[in-house]
């Protein structure tokens, strides 16, 4: 009888055993599929982060030379701008800066330097000179040699800037632009030193 017991305390004994370990064994599986499950939450969650920061990235920087008002001289302002915005469509770099400068909307002492009015009828590149071909309005306001010094740097400045772009020159109306308003323009043009203020 003694052994019967024994027998059936053994069998209890070990069938707990097994199923403690089958337990055991069941929650580390549950365990490692919701770690792989996590896993892959993060991987996709990383990827989702990277796409992110690479639309930001999608942004490119550009410089606008203005001047300020009042003062004989420029002033170099850093924007972005998306380059899958419409503003960019079916447009040049140089375009869009140009158009960009001449339609600066005044912020406090910081204006445009260029005459109100004017265009950019077309941009032309031979080689590393960009040729700008502005409308006439362009040259229709008379100013002293000073300001005009600050026009057309604020001009050239604005696309040699551009990576590539190395030296720049204007015309009006198609055709080369000899002088504006007392300043020397017929050679292409080179960054424009010695129009900003000392720092």
């Known amino acids: 009888m003694k052994k019967v017991i024994a027998y059936i305390l053994l069998i209890t004994l070990a069938f707990t055993m097994l199923t403690g370990c089958k337990k055991k064994e069941a ?3 549950i365990d490692i599929e919701k770690a792989n499950q996590t896993n892959e939450e993060q991987s996709e969650n990383n990827s989702k982060e ?10 490119v920087d550009y410089i606008l030379y203005l001047r300020y008002k009042d003062k004989p001289f420029l002033y170099d302002e850093v924007f972005s701008i998306d ?9 040049s770099i140089e375009q ?3 158009e960009e400068l001449i339609n600066f909307k005044p912020k406090g002492e910081i204006m445009s330097p260029v005459p109100g009015g004017t265009k950019v009828l077309s941009i032309k590149r031979e080689d590393k000179n960009v040729i700008v071909n ?4 362009f040259i229709e306001k008379k100013m002293s040699d000073s300001d005009a010094m ?7 400045n604005s696309i040699v800037a551009i990576p590539g772009n190395e030296t720049a ?3 009006v109306e198609g055709k080369l632009l000899e002088k504006y308003n007392g300043v020397k323009t017929s050679e292409p043009m ?3 030193e010695g129009l900003f203020p000392d720092k």
């Open 27 to 29: 929650s580390k599986e």
């Open 50 to 59: 990277s796409e992110n920061q690479e639309e930001a990235s999608k942004e």
């Open 83 to 91: 380059i899958n915005d419409e503003k960019l469509k079916d447009k």
């Open 96 to 98: 869009f800066i140009l």
């Open 134 to 137: 502005l409308s006439k309005e």
């Open 150 to 156: 600050l026009t057309v740097g604020s001009v050239i």
């Open 169 to 171: 020159q204007i015309m």
């Open 190 to 192: 080179y960054f424009l």
